[in-house]
Nanobody
Framework: VQLQAFGGGLVQAGASLRLSCAAS????????MGWFRQAPGKEREFVAA????????NYADSVKGRFTIARDNAKNTVRLQMNSLKPEDTAVYYC?????????????????WGQGTLVTVSS
């Protein structure tokens, strides 16, 4: 499956932004999806994940209550709605896919990755 993430940009602290990830090439509904991010000089970290049905989700503690992951299997997309953004949310955000129904937090378990989209939150 091929993934393309988009929707990043420069926003002020407190603003909202919605990232999207478009998938193509395979049956999207068979894939659990995840969002990860990597800030400059830091390791890639888990942000959110969703099962292939959309019925189960999981979030990093740092984004819980502010970010929402959702998917539209009819449109082969997964979105990350980010509210109340903070400067520490600044990073390149990546979407990832794995052919499983589990909700996966470990980046090493994902086989497919998008190219990343940059989110910059100014203070």
């Amino acid at each position: 499956v091929q993934l393309q993430a988009f929707g990043g940009g420069l926003v002020q602290a407190g603003a909202s932004l919605r990232l999207s990830c478009a998938a193509s090439g395979r049956t999207f509904s068979r894939y659990a999806m995840g969002w990860f991010r990597q800030a400059p000089g830091k390791e890639r970290e888990f942000v959110a994940a969703i099962s292939w049905s959309g019925g189960n989700t999981n979030y990093a503690d740092s984004v819980k209550g502010r970010f929402t992951i959702a998917r539209d299997n009819a449109k082969n997309t997964v979105r990350l709605q980010m509210n109340s953004l903070k400067p520490e949310d600044t990073a390149v955000y990546y979407c990832a896919a794995e052919e499983t129904d589990w909700v996966i937090q470990n980046s090493g378990e994902y086989d497919y990755w998008g190219q990343g989209t940059l989110v910059t939150v100014s203070s």
